[in-house]
């Protein structure tokens, strides 16, 4: 397989941000311009440039192990479908704003919560009526969204992309993200830079789009994820998720990719004795790291 090199580059060293501006000339906040610098920091090498680890061996061994232990659950990527929730199906529908606003809706809460936060939503204004949702009355949303919890945070959220994107395109769409541009298909990286411009939407959630919307190689790092990631020794401890996501977006082979992920996140929910130290209950996981010490 063919794995990127790292060169040594120090991880804690200080980004310059300033407030600046997209070749659109639509400001940026510093938050945004410090994300947008981060990722192109790590594009080619990653934020622990002298930890070795995942292995290609490991990432396989680890793939074909969680395959074994949830064979109900498969790894095969999935055609983004228009019925889907988005907010369930982690943004696995055509439309890539409704997928976007389906992975934010879905932050730090329950399947259920996100799913009925969804279809709430898509009752009160109309599904995709993306118009309609940008110049409510905040109020309107934050009730139509309120069982997802965070309900004053993300509606605006979503509200602020909404708008973003009509400013910079003219238009509540995102579709040019799955077509080519100039007979060009846009690369990972070009996706990734527009999403993560949007105050709100951080690399974990672009990289869901990216992942279950665009059907492009991307790992994203959720709490199942770095969690296990963390028990496997795949990421130093010092690593937070942002730099996590880098450092293994680089070392996991594209055609693992969708598959560990989706993988992790369901042993990850469902494995509590990964979870709880003590527990009585056994873990696969640990069972191959015991194994591969001896």
């Not at 498969?74 to 199906?89: F, G, I, K, Q, W």
């Not at 298909?185 to 999403?195: F, P, V």
Request: with cysteine.
């Amino acid at each position: 397989m063919k794995r990127h090199r790292s060169r040594s580059r120090s991880p804690c060293r200080t980004l310059d941000v300033q407030a600046a501006s997209t070749s659109d000339g639509i400001s940026l906040t510093p938050h945004t311009s410090k994300k947008l610098k981060l990722h192109s920091s790590y594009t080619e090498f990653s934020p622990f440039p002298n930890f070795a680890h995942p292995t290609a061996k490991a990432d396989a061994d680890v793939h074909g192990l969680l395959s074994r232990e949830h064979p109900s659950h498969h790894d095969v990527r999935r055609e983004p479908t228009s019925p889907s929730n988005s907010a369930t199906s982690c943004g696995n529908v055509p439309n890539v704003i409704e997928a976007l606003i389906g992975t934010i809706l879905s932050q730090n809460t329950s399947g259920k919560n996100s799913s009925a936060a969804k279809s709430s939503l898509d009752a009160a204004f109309g599904r995709n009526n993306f118009p309609a949702i940008s110049s409510a009355p905040r109020e309107d949303v934050v009730n139509a969204i309120r069982q997802g919890g965070l309900a004053n945070k993300k509606a605006v959220t979503i509200q602020n992309i909404l708008n973003s994107v009509k400013q910079k395109h003219g238009d509540y769409s995102l579709q040019h993200l799955t077509a080519t541009e100039d007979g060009k298909r846009l690369t990972d990286d070009e996706i990734m830079k527009e999403l993560i411009s949007y105050d709100g939407v951080g690399p974990k959630t672009a990289s869901c789009v990216l992942l279950f919307c665009l059907g492009r190689d991307s790992f994203a790092v959720d709490t199942h994820v770095f969690r296990l990631s963390k028990l496997l020794g795949w990421v130093p401890e010092k690593a937070d998720r942002v730099l996590a996501q880098a450092h293994l977006d680089l070392k996991i082979p594209g055609e693992l990719k969708y598959g560990l992920h989706v993988l992790m996140v369901q042993h990850g929910r469902m494995c509590r004795g990964c979870k709880q130290a003590g527990s009585g209950t056994s873990c696969v996981l640990k069972t191959y790291l015991k194994q591969a010490k001896n």
